[in-house]
């Protein structure tokens, strides 16, 4: 069977770590298929950090086809409509118009040369493979949920355009959760969902004794470490029966942990520290190994506390300094929808964050039962996600005519600095 050329476009960084996990179960399923293979990735932002892995794994069969400038605002946009407007201008104007005209111009080049096309993220990549590659994309939406809507109209939330593209430059949309796949049906979107996504990990200890303390990996995560430092430091008699851990994002440097920790505390070992009293470990990107064992997050990562609210594990959120001005009340509340009743707003003030932690640990069952009855609603026990889409995309690629065009294209990486 002739090689199987298969191209992925994400918007980048967060979104990133599901391509990876969609692509690494693709991949491993046409190897057991036994069907050769080459996988061509292409963030709009970043440099590809998550996909290191496969590029490792598969050298010569999985390129990275761009890395892009570091922008201002790396491509996020929260706050009001001015403040948004304002922050994409910023990004723009440092290279992101520039970033654009050369990702379409790549697409252009690949035209139609891709058995099958990937796009995870938003509706712009989307877009952009339609426009420029000539193609319809197989579409994992991220970004939009139902969860966010509050007035019940059709397009809250989604706007009439996306929705327009959804159903005219996708295949099939694969979205993150059940409610999502049957508002998109009754738009006219071929949606789907197929389990929650997310990396394996090992069997739930409903006698959980770790508190998992998150910092974060963007600029902040130092100052988010201390603050962290100083609730555990403010809760002595709780460490007593329960188990503080920080799990440090991959994306840091091992050295620099080494360096911030020897400034609160005392090195016992090289994965424990002591603290005011309290014995604390630490890990470096190894969090899903830690997230089954865990009675309640404590942390400002994002897409980790969606995993942690997939197991109904309470997730503890607080909101510091810029981080709070950052996260308005609009933006609180839209965090809320999404995490639904396993979000633990964690306030804004250390005293504020302790006395949460407290409540939180102290009717513990009350708060994990919420949040399981918020993801059996929302994901309805269904794992796998990633493997049943690769195992779909394989079964779809089995099918498709073979390309008249089978030139082998040029993939290089390019840098936009």
Not at 49 to 76: A, C, D, K, N
Not at 119 to 125: F, M, N
């Amino acid at each position: 069977m002739p090689e199987k050329r298969i191209l992925c476009l994400t918007n980048g960084y967060g979104e990133d770590s599901f391509a990876q996990l969609i692509c690494t179960a693709l991949l491993e399923e046409m190897e057991n298929q036994h069907l050769p293979f080459h996988l061509s990735l292409l963030p709009l932002i970043g440099e590809g950090q998550s996909f290191q892995e496969l590029l490792t794994q598969y050298p010569g069969r999985v390129s990275l086809l761009h890395r892009s400038p570091i922008f201002p605002y790396e491509g996020i946009y929260t706050g009001n409509f001015l403040t948004r407007f304002f922050r994409f201008m910023v990004d723009m104007t440092h290279g992101g118009f520039k970033n654009i005209l050369f990702i379409a111009s790549l697409l252009g080049h690949m035209r139609k040369k891709s058995d099958l096309v990937l796009v995870v993220g938003d509706a712009l990549p989307l877009l952009l493979v339609y426009l420029f590659n000539r193609q319809k994309a197989y579409f994992f939406a991220c970004t939009r949920t139902t969860l966010l809507r509050q007035k019940g109209a059709p397009y809250e939330r989604l706007g009439r355009f996306n929705a327009f593209v959804l159903r005219h430059c996708a295949h099939r949309v694969y979205t993150r959760d059940e409610p999502t796949a049957q508002w998109f049906r009754s738009l006219g979107i071929c949606a789907t969902y197929h389990g929650f996504v997310a990396p394996r990990w090992c069997e739930e200890n409903r006698d959980s004794t770790t508190v998992l303390f998150l910092p974060g990996q963007r600029g902040e995560w130092k100052k988010n470490f201390l603050f962290l430092a100083q609730v555990i430091t403010q809760c002595p008699d709780l460490w007593r029966s329960l188990t503080p851990h920080f799990a440090f994002s991959s994306k840091l440097s091992p050295s620099e942990i080494r360096v911030l920790i020897q400034s609160v505390g005392q090195m016992l070992s090289p994965s424990t520290f002591l603290l005011n009293g309290a014995i604390v470990s630490w890990s470096h990107g190894d969090y899903f190994t830690h997230l089954p064992q865990t009675a309640v997050v404590v942390g400002f990562a994002g897409t980790a506390l969606h995993y942690a609210a997939y197991l109904g594990i309470p997730c503890l959120r607080p909101y510091l300094g810029n981080d709070a001005r950052l996260y308005s009340h609009s933006s609180r509340c839209r965090q809320k929808l999404i995490l639904g009743e396993a979000l633990i707003d964690g306030g804004s003030t250390l005293e504020e964050t302790v006395l949460h932690l407290r409540e939180a640990l102290s009717n513990l069952s009350h708060f994990r039962e919420r949040a399981k009855n918020f993801s059996r609603r929302v994901w309805q026990k269904r794992g796998d996600g990633a493997k049943n889409i690769a195992q779909e995309l394989v079964s779809i690629l089995r099918t498709l005519p073979q390309h008249q065009d089978r030139t082998p294209e040029l993939l290089y990486s390019r840098s936009g600095r």
